[in-house]
């Protein structure tokens, strides 16, 4: 039995029969209403039943839902850097995270527009505990990753979770996709967890790990959405940060956050890729030796390249001149924008909790703080 047997996706040989068990299953039946508004059920049953492979599935379902989205809940979807990255050349795609499903359906639809192979792609296991979620994330090439493990376990974990990695990139030729840290942004605050790397380092064995990630060609990836569709949801959690609480997940909160990612407004949403590292991965090594500053060294170089590369839209620079009571920006956006951002922001907040307001403001604020930063550091 194969050791990833508990995070793997389907095989192609188990496609048809997953989709002849999810076949009738209400949740199946209101996706594809959506996607296909037009026909009746029995004509996408009947496709989905002659469907035998992965590809097929999220090339025929799949992508043309993630169109429907774009179309009912957004003003588009923008990218960049797209044709820097080689057809038939796996890469190890390390991206902020900001929306549970669709980060990765967006980049898979641009990946197959652009010609380029879909991803393989790293979720929680938390959010796949439904049986029918489980089953469509299979049928779309996720394997899971196991969250609230005791340490024994998750260092076990952790090893099989890097050795389907490495196997997706290195023996299968598949790129792989996984967030620059545990869970989405909160607080619009991306930052890159050294523990991800570590995670991804353990299957280098004997090779030196920064030899072995010069050979997995990890590639940034920056998502931004003009409007964060789930903001209103992240509040709570938000709150209890800033007030030093322990917040505690309702029992149907990631359901509830993820089809609000998919239906909530986002108007404008961009994707760019950033350049490979392998260079200044090896320039790393050159300059520090000590293993743990590495990583960091690493994680930074990240940051630095996701940040740069994170398009920053008029909502940004409005929340940031709210939060900080100036008008630093106020040629980054209209006075219809602003009017559009203020009807959104004090319908969902309490105007009279400080805490409420600036948690709200500083979530859309950050990144514009967070990419003059880096580019400042860039300069000098």
Same mark, same amino acid.
């Given at each position: 039995?194969?050791?990833?047997?508990?995070?793997?996706?389907?095989?192609?040989?188990?496609?048809?029969?997953?989709?002849?068990?999810?076949?009738?299953?209400?949740?199946?039946?209101?996706?594809?209403?959506?996607?296909?508004?037009?026909?009746?059920?029995?004509?996408?049953?009947?496709?989905?039943?002659?469907?035998?492979?992965?590809?097929?599935?999220?090339?025929?379902?799949?992508?043309?839902?993630?169109?429907?989205?774009?179309?009912?809940?957004?003003?588009?979807?923008?990218?960049?850097?797209?044709?820097?990255?080689?057809?038939?050349?796996?890469?190890?795609?390390?991206?902020?995270?900001?929306?549970?499903?669709?980060?990765?359906?967006?980049?898979?639809?641009?990946?197959?527009?652009?010609?380029?192979?879909?991803?393989?792609?790293?979720?929680?296991?938390?959010?796949?505990?439904?049986?029918?979620?489980?089953?469509?994330?299979?049928?779309?090439?996720?394997?899971t990753i196991k969250r609230g493990l005791p340490a024994r376990e998750l260092l076990e974990s952790s090893k099989i979770t890097s050795a389907y990695i490495k196997n997706?990139?290195?023996?299968?030729?598949?790129?792989?996709?996984?967030?620059?840290?545990?869970g989405r942004t909160k607080d619009g605050n991306d930052e890159t967890h050294k523990g991800v790397l570590k995670m991804i380092s353990m299957a280098a064995g004997e090779?030196?790990?920064?030899?072995?990630?010069?050979?997995?060609?990890?590639?940034?990836?920056?998502?931004?959405?003009?409007?964060?569709?789930?903001?209103?949801?992240?509040?709570?959690?938000?709150?209890?940060?800033?007030?030093?609480?322990?917040?505690?997940?309702?029992?149907?909160?990631?359901?509830?956050?993820?089809?609000?990612?998919?239906?909530?407004?986002?108007?404008?949403?961009?994707?760019?890729?950033?350049?490979?590292?392998?260079?200044?991965?090896?320039?790393?090594?050159?300059?520090?030796?000590?293993?743990?500053?590495? *990583? =960091?060294?690493?994680? #930074? !170089?990240? $940051?630095?390249?996701?940040?740069?590369? +994170?398009?920053?839209?008029?909502? %940004?620079?409005?929340?940031?001149?709210?939060?900080?009571?100036?008008?630093?920006?106020?040629?980054?956006?209209?006075?219809?924008?602003?009017?559009?951002?203020?009807?959104? *922001? =004090?319908?969902?907040? #309490? !105007?009279? $909790?400080?805490?409420?307001?600036?948690? +709200?403001?500083?979530?859309?604020? %950050?990144?514009?703080?967070?990419?003059?930063?880096?580019?400042?550091?860039?300069?000098?």
């Amino acid at each position: 039995m194969s050791p990833f047997e508990d995070i793997r996706p389907f095989y192609d040989t188990e496609v048809n029969e997953a989709l002849r068990e999810i076949i009738h299953h209400p949740m199946l039946k209101a996706m594809m209403n959506f996607t296909f508004p037009d026909v009746s059920d029995d004509y996408w049953r009947d496709l989905m039943l002659h469907c035998h492979s992965i590809r097929d599935f999220q090339i025929n379902f799949i992508y043309p839902s993630v169109q429907k989205v774009l179309e009912k809940s957004s003003e588009g979807l923008s990218t960049s850097g797209f044709e820097k990255l080689e057809k038939n050349v796996s890469y190890l795609f390390i991206s902020n995270h900001r929306d549970i499903i669709l980060d990765t359906s967006l980049l898979n639809a641009c990946l197959y527009e652009h010609g380029l192979s879909m991803t393989t792609t790293a979720i929680g296991d938390n959010l796949v505990k439904k049986p029918f979620l489980k089953s469509l994330s299979k049928l779309t090439r996720s394997f899971t990753i196991k969250r609230g493990l005791p340490a024994r376990e998750l260092l076990e974990s952790s090893k099989i979770t890097s050795a389907y990695i490495k196997n997706s990139l290195l023996r299968e030729n598949r790129s792989v996709w996984i967030a620059q840290r545990e869970g989405r942004t909160k607080d619009g605050n991306d930052e890159t967890h050294k523990g991800v790397l570590k995670m991804i380092s353990m299957a280098a064995g004997e090779e030196n790990f920064i030899d072995y990630f010069k050979r997995i060609n990890i590639v940034p990836i920056s998502i931004s959405y003009e409007y964060d569709p789930t903001d209103v949801l992240k509040m709570p959690e938000l709150l209890a940060k800033a007030k030093s609480e322990t917040y505690v997940k309702g029992e149907n909160e990631d359901f509830m956050t993820l089809l609000n990612g998919i239906m909530g407004q986002k108007k404008r949403i961009h994707i760019h890729v950033g350049n490979l590292l392998n260079k200044e991965i090896q320039q790393i090594a050159v300059q520090e030796q000590n293993a743990n500053k590495q *990583f =960091q060294a690493i994680a #930074d !170089l990240l $940051d630095r390249n996701i940040l740069a590369g +994170y398009k920053l839209w008029p909502t %940004n620079y409005i929340a940031h001149d709210l939060l900080y009571g100036d008008e630093e920006y106020k040629d980054q956006y209209t006075i219809e924008e602003k009017k559009v951002f203020e009807n959104r *922001f =004090q319908k969902v907040v #309490d !105007l009279n $909790d400080p805490m409420a307001v600036k948690s +709200y403001l500083a979530m859309y604020a %950050n990144p514009v703080n967070n990419q003059k930063r880096v580019l400042e550091e860039v300069k000098n």
